[in-house]
């Protein structure tokens, strides 16, 4: 049995024409399923019978299962989902004035190891399906109605572009007219700088967003915070980059703010020149120190020794750079009062061992 929502319109095409059946029904599913958010082959009635018997042979319609929904005085709503290997995985929904804005999870865990982030701090174990990327979405949509998803961001547990495959294909859904239907502008991946997707993804000229963790311009400094740098230094980086935008839609670029790391003036000099030529937004995330968690927990001895900024850190940094001509905004904290930075519900469910 497969799972139907790991299939995108091409693949359900090809493997409904090898199996002998008309390439339309794959059409009829997809409206079936994501249109009309039927989730029962039965009930599909423009398919023939016989069609109905052979989809109910070979495809069944996963489901996520919702462990917790909290939702944030700022009305940001954070939704911890359990998958069938007990995995625990989180999505953020952040309704704005004009957009509604759904963070979604990639991996089990994270390679990366940033530290300020604590989605790797529990280490690595799966990469998601399709179809649990395409269940988050489906999954909220369905509690949140009739308030309406308009935007998706790869900003949650994991690096999208680490699950490159499984991203891409639950993007072509997303993006399918006969599927979730999203526009390209209002789609966006977040990645910490893998050179070579960076480059694939810029081939694809897809016209989604990209935002890149920048955290800071200088090349020991980002190592120190995240590992990565390591094998993907910062020029080389920001080259990719480069020819990712063709300038004509900005990148965005994130910088976590931490206390006396990344605030320096040479900082802003830096980014300044690092910046130079290209068409971009740059959002300054003051940092998120995770609260209240079961000491032991964390592997990095070093990682309660970031702290957030100071008010007037934060002012004076974002005065810096207006002096060199870089306009940035400060993004303000969602849903502190939820746990709702990456990976932090997820680890407090871990730490504690059971599950609230
Ligand atoms: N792996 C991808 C996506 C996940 S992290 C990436 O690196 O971009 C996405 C974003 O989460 C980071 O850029 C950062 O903006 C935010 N983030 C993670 N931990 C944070 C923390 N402790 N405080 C503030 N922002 C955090």
């Known amino acids: 049995m497969e799972d139907i929502k790991n299939y995108t319109l091409d693949e359900l095409k090809e493997f409904l024409t090898t199996k002998g059946y008309h390439q339309f029904y794959a059409k009829q599913i997809f409206s079936w ?3 009309k958010r039927l989730e029962d082959f039965d009930e599909m009635t423009n398919i023939s019978k016989e069609g109905r018997r052979f989809l109910k042979e070979n495809f069944y319609f996963s489901q996520l299962k919702l462990l917790k929904r909290e939702i944030s005085r700022d009305g940001t709503e954070k939704f911890l989902f359990n998958l069938p290997d007990n995995s625990g995985i989180e999505t953020v929904f952040i309704p704005e004035e004009k957009r509604r804005t759904l963070c979604l999870s990639t991996q ?3 390679r990366f190891n940033c530290k300020f982030c604590l989605s790797g701090q529990g280490g690595f174990k799966r990469n998601l399906t399709v ?3 395409i269940n988050q979405y489906l999954a909220v949509a369905d509690l949140i109605a009739p308030d309406k998803i308009t935007n998706v961001v790869f900003m949650g547990i994991g690096e999208p572009l680490d699950n490159f495959e499984h991203t891409l294909k639950a993007i072509e859904i997303f993006m399918e007219p006969l599927g979730i239907y999203l526009g390209k502008r209002k789609i966006c991946i977040s990645t910490c700088g893998l050179i070579p997707q960076i480059k694939k993804l810029s081939d694809l000229k897809l016209g989604i967003k990209l935002s890149l963790s920048l955290h800071s311009p200088d090349d020991n400094i980002r190592t120190q915070i995240m590992p990565v740098n390591k094998k993907h230094p910062l020029g080389e980086v920001i080259k990719a980059i480069r020819s990712f ?3 004509k839609y900005p990148i965005t670029f ?4 931490i206390k006396g790391l990344n605030t320096r003036k040479e900082d802003t000099l830096e980014l300044a020149k690092l910046l130079r ?5 740059i959002n300054l995330i003051p940092y998120n120190a995770p609260a209240s968690l079961k000491p032991g ?6 990682f309660r020794e970031l702290k957030p900024p100071l008010p007037e850190e934060v002012d004076n940094f ?5 002096k060199k001509g870089i306009f940035a905004s400060v993004r303000k904290s969602r849903g502190e009062d939820i746990n709702a930075a990456c990976g932090q519900l997820r680890a407090l469910w871990k730490g504690n061992g059971s599950i609230y």
Do not use: A, D, R, T
């Open 33 to 35: 399923l994501y249109k």
């Open 108 to 110: 089990v865990g994270c």
């Open 131 to 133: 179809s649990e990327i």
């Open 245 to 247: 935008s063709n300038q």
């Open 254 to 257: 994130e910088y976590i703010l």
């Open 277 to 281: 030529g290209i068409n971009y937004i």
């Open 297 to 302: 927990f964390l592997k990095e001895p070093g």
């Open 318 to 322: 974002k005065e810096e750079l207006i």
